[in-house]
């Protein structure tokens, strides 16, 4: 096929991005068909494999370890509603390559979103410029990846439609004032995306993905007797529509203007150093910011990690293990392929409270001397990848919640948390509790707001000292984490868990002000 230049692409099909927003009528055209037998940048851009040999050849022209090429078109499109009427509607689409030359653990990178031979060579030179030595080789034969499929979509998935998305957004703005009369404002939107990377590699691996993002959410505002209060509730993840049912609607709804209600009876806990149980799920945000940023392998290698000395130490009592994954079924943040070329997996990065392994990408992983574990992500064609974390969750123990609640005696309960500021290097944190209850006498009582919870995340991990048999994984779709200034999806998961203390920044005594 002949090859496209990106503008004259982009004006082909804007009409057609645009009508999945604006014009409902209209359906999705077939350049977003055709996923399952693979080859979608060879049919719309030209992109074989010639080309992508002069491309690599290129980018090592003057030397490397190893260049890659990472192709990505990404159509996304969001749709609002303020009190039951639609207040924004837009979408974007994105095209480019991002190519890039390694030497040890440096990296020279160029990218252009002009999908023609003379842009992207100039973007592989801009990254060949890492080197002064001789040209490194490229592999004569490209092989397509195996891959798992952790988001199956069906043969005819062509992204979500606003005509589709705009009923369930007005059900669940409805639902979310039918359920109480003490709601005063929704805002309600469906936002999804649709994205196609292709990845070569100098080495000889080519691999191909369609990923499907999105997530429904509801933020409510609720009034008593003069005082407003607040929640937010989404669901989603690597999904398709078939996903958002009436069920998916009811639970949104109800978890947003429930803790919303729940607010105008919450009180203060007293400040101070008390346990903390960390409740399952959306804590599993705690774990993720506090211990598993420390667990990636480029801080480890620069030596900023508390964790850079500690694979084969004791880090944790012996009952807790710890996985970052990329395997589970349609969850944010799980991938079929990183973005290097290799292909997701499952990581235990502490077994039976041993630290076994840090998220590793291409750099790390030869620094190291060990296998990629599937951790090179990127936010897109613009950046190149490093480890990040996908999946990251604690598996459970052998109590019940309730034995976990009852063993804190006096503390408090963490349901939801939001806010957070981590210094990876050091691993101090501080959250805001945005939903929990206090432990008195082993049992939950009042619910508690305006609280701030702080502490060390290596000390944290060393202070779990029970946890239930109760894993529960997020499903929110709109979790994304940040480093170096990319924005990559996750999810985490926990169950519930005691801390034996934490700092709480709530008041002097119970049910004061701040």
């Known amino acids: 096929m002949k090859l496209i230049p990106r503008r004259k692409f982009i004006q082909g099909t804007a009409l057609a991005g ?220 690597h999904r398709d529509f078939s996903f958002y049912t009436d069920d998916v609607v009811d639970e949104i709804a109800a978890k947003a203007v429930g803790n919303a209600i729940k607010l105008f009876d919450a009180i203060q806990p007293p400040a101070g150093e008390v346990p903390v149980v960390l409740g399952q799920a959306i804590t599993g945000i705690l774990l993720h910011e506090a211990i598993g940023h420390g667990m990636e392998a480029d801080f480890n290698r620069k030596k900023t990690s508390t964790y850079s000395t500690m694979i084969g130490k004791k880090v944790a009592e012996p009952f807790v293990t710890i996985i970052d994954d990329g395997t589970n079924m349609n969850l944010a943040g799980s991938i079929n392929v990183d973005d290097e070329g290799t292909p997701g997996k499952k990581t235990v990065l502490v077994e039976n409270g041993i630290l076994t392994s840090y998220m590793h990408d291409k750099i790390s992983a030869k620094y190291y001397g060990v296998e990629p574990t599937g951790n090179g992500r990127r936010q897109d064609f613009m950046n190149y990848p490093m480890p990040r974390m996908r999946n990251t969750y604690m598996l459970g123990g052998d109590a019940t919640a309730e034995d976990v609640i009852r063993q804190a005696g006096n503390g408090i309960y963490v349901e939801d948390v939001s806010n957070g500021e981590v210094r990876i290097g050091e691993g101090d944190f501080a959250f805001y509790v945005s939903q929990g209850y206090l432990i008195e006498n082993g049992k939950l009582t009042s619910p508690i707001k305006d609280v701030n919870i702080m502490g060390n995340g290596p000390k944290m991990l060393a202070n779990i000292v029970m946890a239930a048999n109760d894993l529960k994984m997020s499903h929110g779709g709109s979790g994304q984490c940040g480093k170096n200034g990319q924005g990559v999806p996750v999810s985490f998961g926990m169950p519930t868990c005691l801390v034996k203390s934490l700092t709480v920044g709530g008041t002097q005594k119970k049910g004061g002000q701040s």
Request: with cysteine; glycine share 10%.
């Open 18 to 237: 645009g009508a999945l927003i604006f014009l409902p009528e209209l359906e999705a055209k077939a350049w977003l068909s055709d996923h399952n037998g693979g080859g979608y940048f060879l049919k719309e851009f030209g992109i074989d494999d010639a080309l992508c040999q002069r491309l690599l050849a290129k980018a090592l022209s003057r030397g490397g370890d190893f260049a890659d090429l990472y192709f990505e078109y990404t159509l996304s499109n969001y749709i609002g509603l303020e009190d039951g009427k639609v207040n924004q509607s837009y979408g974007d689409i994105s095209l480019g390559v991002g190519i890039r030359t390694v030497k040890g653990d440096q990296i020279g990178y160029g990218f252009t979103q002009d999908i023609t031979e003379s842009s992207m060579m100039s973007a592989a030179s801009t990254a060949s410029t890492l080197c002064d030595m001789n040209a490194m080789p490229v592999s004569g034969t490209f092989t397509k990846l195996n891959t798992g499929s952790y988001y199956p979509l069906s043969p005819d998935f062509n992204g979500i439609l606003a005509k589709d998305k705009l009923p369930v957004v007005q059900k669940l703005n409805k639902r979310c004032f039918d359920l109480s009369p003490e709601v005063v404002k929704v805002r309600a939107g469906f936002s999804s995306s649709t994205k196609r990377i292709l990845i070569v590699t100098s080495d000889g691996v080519k691999a191909e993905d369609l990923i499907p993002s999105g997530f429904l959410y509801a933020s409510v505002v609720a009034e008593r007797e003069g005082k407003r209060e607040q929640s937010f509730w989404n669901l989603g993840g």
